[in-house]
């Protein structure tokens, strides 16, 4: 009898869950194959903003060009860090059973990276910094605020209402959703049964479409033997 091959990743993050269910294939290359690929000035614009605000929050830089948008928000979370009810760029872990796990723990199922979360006895927020474009993103970024909310919940499930942001730093617009318990647990269970289908994988077939293929490095590059043009 032929031995079942064994899931080869047993980890998610909101990104990877994304890529995977656009085109498995991708996913393996990336994740599995761990294939790089350039990265689009873009993304190195993001990160570099990101690491702005995080030393402007802590107090150690200047409010730079990138921040300057949201100068007063940037400001409260500040002073809510030197009062300890801001935490910023934090790295949460999850297991199957989504409790809290170390960050490299064996049993670590699932990983999410905050920009800042905002814990007070009134107030439970977890923000989110997006550079760049926002039309046309308002639904997946939905899903990463729920995620987001559940990521919060589990780690306190003392609270009862959770708000999660996105900071548009490109164009000082803020997009709020807000969840209860019963909310997060439904979102939950969605996301769980998804994110199995990644981690339980032992084939990544290749999802070929218009929108798939005309950014996917692999296909251009000829890694990807399914890259087609339309």
Not at 7 to 29: D, G, M, T
Not at 104 to 115: A, S, V
Not at 196 to 222: F, I, M, Q
Request: glycine residues 6%; hydrophobic residues 30%.
């Amino acid at each position: 009898k032929k031995k079942k091959k064994h899931a080869i990743v047993n980890r998610w993050s909101y990104s990877r869950l994304s890529v995977f269910e656009q085109c498995p294939k991708r996913y393996y290359y990336a994740n599995i194959e761990k294939i790089p690929t350039p990265q689009h000035p873009a993304a190195t614009r993001g990160t570099n903003i990101h690491n702005e605000a995080e030393l402007y929050i802590k107090g150690e830089g200047p409010m730079t060009r990138g921040l300057h948008m949201f100068e007063e928000g940037f400001e409260q979370l500040r002073e809510g860090y030197d009062a300890g009810t801001v935490f910023v760029e934090e790295d949460w872990a999850f297991d199957l059973e989504w409790q809290p796990a170390a960050w490299n723990e064996d049993k670590t199922w699932c990983r999410y990276k905050i920009d800042a979360y905002v814990k007070r006895p009134d107030r439970t927020v977890v923000i989110d910094f997006k550079t760049g474009r926002y039309m046309g993103n308002e639904s997946s970024h939905e899903q990463q605020c729920a995620l987001y909310a559940a990521a919060t919940y589990n780690r306190d499930p003392s609270v009862e209402n959770i708000q999660a942001e996105l900071w548009y730093l490109d164009h000082g617009k803020i997009s709020r959703h807000s969840y209860t318990v019963d909310d997060i647990k439904e979102r939950q269970e969605l996301f769980h049964n998804r994110a199995l289908k990644l981690t339980e994988a032992t084939e990544y077939p290749a999802k070929a479409s218009v929108d798939n293929c005309r950014w996917c490095h692999y296909g251009k590059s000829g890694v990807c033997n399914d890259y087609r043009t339309y």
